[in-house]
């Protein structure tokens, strides 16, 4: 058993850290909360340019733009599923990522076209 006399809790023998007895007559809650209770604002979208994978290139890279601080940003995935969606962005800040254009994305053979 680690005692840690300057840190708020104790380590159990099991490894996990244990509230002491002056934070649990507290009653201080296990995470924090927003002092007016109110839901945290949905992320801004940012327009998302992409390019599809070429030649040796094997994943998705795509271009886009902070809603909050207007940084431009690049991301890579390997799927054309994973790049919408909310996310932090480098900057920062959470973003809503929306795909807008896809270059350089190859055609598909039209549905019952002759070989």
């Known amino acids: 058993m680690i005692n840690n006399e300057r840190g708020p809790g104790v380590i159990t023998p099991q490894g996990h850290p244990e ?26 979208i940012a327009p998302a340019s992409i390019i599809a994978p070429f030649r040796r290139r094997r ?6 733009p902070c809603g909050t601080c207007g940084a431009n940003l690049v991301g890579w995935a390997k799927t054309l599923d994973a ?9 920062g800040h959470r973003v809503q990522v929306m795909a807008v254009m896809i270059h ?5 053979p039209q549905q019952g076209a002759a070989a």
């Open 83 to 91: 790049i919408p969606g909310e996310r932090r962005a480098g900057c």
């Open 19 to 44: 509230a002491s007895a002056a934070a649990k007559q507290a009653g201080s809650p296990a995470r924090s909360v927003r002092p007016d209770s109110r839901k945290r604002q949905p992320a801004p």
């Open 104 to 108: 350089n994305q190859p055609e598909q």
């Open 59 to 64: 994943g998705w890279t795509y271009t886009y």
